[in-house]
């Protein structure tokens, strides 16, 4: 499994060390900051990933204006369709319209669903986003395919043994309360990606490259 981390605009250079790269349209219109660092790391030909979602913890579309703009500032490797959270439908619909609208190559879907059945019939293109909501439903389905996982819901174990890339920002949101990968109970907050107090950067910097190696081992 290849890793990203997903980081504060703030601790990007500090924390986004990795060649994946994870980032956001709306910060990449917004944020000077922001867009010079992925353009940075464009140049240095890392793997970046664009997802048209909204900077929110519930999963919703970006507007295709912002999009437009975002792609004048970087090329990504991969473009993750925008989707709405647990609606298989709605996701569907707008995934067609935004192929139409952008007819690109590096467009992979975002599986959402509610139920097994659902996913069944979603879940066999061989190139899919797979957002932490799903993984309930989707890992077993995705094995030998290629996918990207967006986040750890809970802890690392639960990605063991797949393969593909994963963007994450636990160690991140564990390391920012000063706790470690195994101290991952309760649930840390979702990013916000505005984060400024970076209290404890060893425990951070340790959790980043524990995440890194477990994957690179296999995990």
Known sequence: M??????????????????????????????????????????????????????????????????????????????????????????????????RTFKSDKIIRCLEGTSEEEIEREAKEPSTAVPSHMYRHALKRRKGLLTVFIENHLNLEELYGLDGILVTSLPIRLGLQGRLLSNYLPSPDSLTFYEEKDTYPTITAKNIQETIEYYRGGG
Do not use: H, T
Request: charged residues 30%.
């Open 2 to 99: 290849k890793v990203g981390i997903i980081a504060p605009i703030r601790f990007l250079d500090k924390y986004c060390i990795s060649d994946i790269q994870y980032c956001l349209p709306k910060l990449l219109v917004g944020y000077k900051a922001y867009r010079d660092f992925y353009i940075g790391k464009q140049e240095k030909g890392n793997i970046i990933i664009m997802d048209c979602r909204k900077p929110s913890w519930r999963r919703e579309p970006e507007d295709f204006g912002i999009i437009r703009e975002a792609l004048k500032v970087i090329n990504p490797s991969i473009i993750i369709a925008p989707s709405y959270m647990f609606n298989a439908k709605a996701s569907m619909d707008i995934y067609k319209e935004f192929k």
